[in-house]
């Protein structure tokens, strides 16, 4: 690859979390609720290290191949077609992740706040702010997560430490969930939250330090796993696991409940702007990654011309689901499924390349 490796340890570290905290961040203790009750954290942590296991074994394919995004390196490591059918369906599992992430969003926003308004314009609008910058380099990609990060993590941290003043510890125990067989299907459920982190397939080909994108993964998964963490515990200790089950969106429900002091009566309109800006981000990192596989897999010049391109079939896909009840069950399904896109397929490509002892060109790193 021909490109300039401007990407900081730091910068890969921001793009990363505010790719995972997401649209997903407001259904996120139901989740955690339906599938053990009590137990949501417990379940919730075990999903992140299920996240983590993925994003180990990606970042470990970028480190060995850091001149060559996953669309690249797959061809060398198992043959063109069987990559390229491969590849394909990654492609195909994102544009989907992208339609359903922009749907969610129009629904919360139709409900909540803009009653009267066609979701078909709310979705057009998010999926307009994504595709838009998306025609950008990968360094401008960048300063707009470096940029919108704190916006999104700072704000919602607050939330979360003045909610725990109504917290009850007891809604918190046992820490066990009842089924075991719910409970696995729960931690696939949250773990898919996660998948965005996928994105660093194309980012290490353009870090100054290659090497150094491990560092950027255990900080993003711990930062970002902690404030997911975070957010089941205080919704589960304030709400109680029975009322959570009566909720769309605990999370929304946490802030509307949660005030500080005098100044602020309720929360959930500064929450609502620090999602909506989460949301725009995540989407923002599936859409141009979307746009950067495709023209690898198509071997283009640039990615820029399929910004607007995408856009129909994108939209398209967000409009299928009948209401919101049947978005998340395409939801749960398209995440569950996509697992063994994003985990199973890299660990297949890992273990061939270690035991065919393959290897891309070194680099000479900057600085």
């Known amino acids: 690859m021909n490109q300039l490796r401007e990407i900081t340890v730091i910068q890969t570290t921001c793009i990363l979390i505010s790719t995972i905290i997401g649209v997903g961040v407001l259904p996120l203790p139901l989740f955690g609720v339906k599938a053990a009750d009590t137990g949501a954290p417990l379940v919730t942590f075990l999903a992140i290290m299920i996240a983590f296991l993925g994003l180990w074994v990606i970042t470990k394919l970028g480190i060995r191949f850091p001149n060559q995004s996953i669309i690249q390196y797959s061809e060398t490591i198992i043959g063109k077609w069987p990559a390229r059918i491969c590849n ?3 492609i195909a599992f994102f544009l989907l992740l992208t339609g359903l992430g922009a749907r969610e969003f129009g629904e919360v926003v139709v409900t909540a706040v803009l009653r009267e308004t066609p979701i078909e314009v709310t979705v057009i609008v998010m999926l307009l702010m994504a595709a838009i910058p998306a025609r950008n380099d990968i360094n401008i990609f960048s300063y707009i997560h470096v940029f919108f990060l704190p916006v999104i993590l700072s704000p919602g941290l607050i939330i979360v430490a003045l909610s725990l003043k109504n917290a009850n510890v007891l809604y918190l125990q046992p820490l066990w969930g009842h089924d075991h067989k719910v409970m696995i299907l729960g931690i696939l459920t949250i773990a898919a939250l996660f998948q965005g982190t996928f994105i660093i397939t194309i980012l290490i080909p353009y870090m100054r330090r290659p090497k150094k994108a491990m560092k950027a993964s255990l900080w993003a998964i711990g930062i970002a796993g902690t404030f997911y963490l975070l957010i089941v515990i205080a919704a589960v200790s304030v709400f109680g696991p029975e009322e959570i089950k009566q909720l769309l969106w605990p999370t929304l429900e946490l802030a509307r409940t949660t005030s500080w002091g005098r100044v602020l009566q309720r929360l959930d309109v ?5 999602w909506v800006t989460a949301v725009f981000t995540t989407l ?3 859409y141009l990654f979307m746009a950067f596989s495709i023209s690898q897999f198509f071997h283009l010049r640039d990615h820029k011309m399929l910004s607007y391109f995408l856009l129909p079939l994108v939209f398209v896909i967000a409009m299928y689901p009948k209401n919101s009840l049947k978005m998340y069950e ?14 199973i397929y890299p660990c297949v490509l890992l273990v ?5 002892k393959q290897e891309g060109h070194r680099t000479i790193e900057n600085g």
């Open 88 to 90: 394909f369906l990654v």
């Open 330 to 343: 395409v939801i749960v399904l398209v995440g569950t499924f996509g697992l063994i896109l994003t985990i």
């Open 270 to 274: 500064i929450f609502l702007v620090v």
């Open 284 to 286: 923002y990192s599936s």
């Open 352 to 356: 061939m390349a270690i035991l065919r």
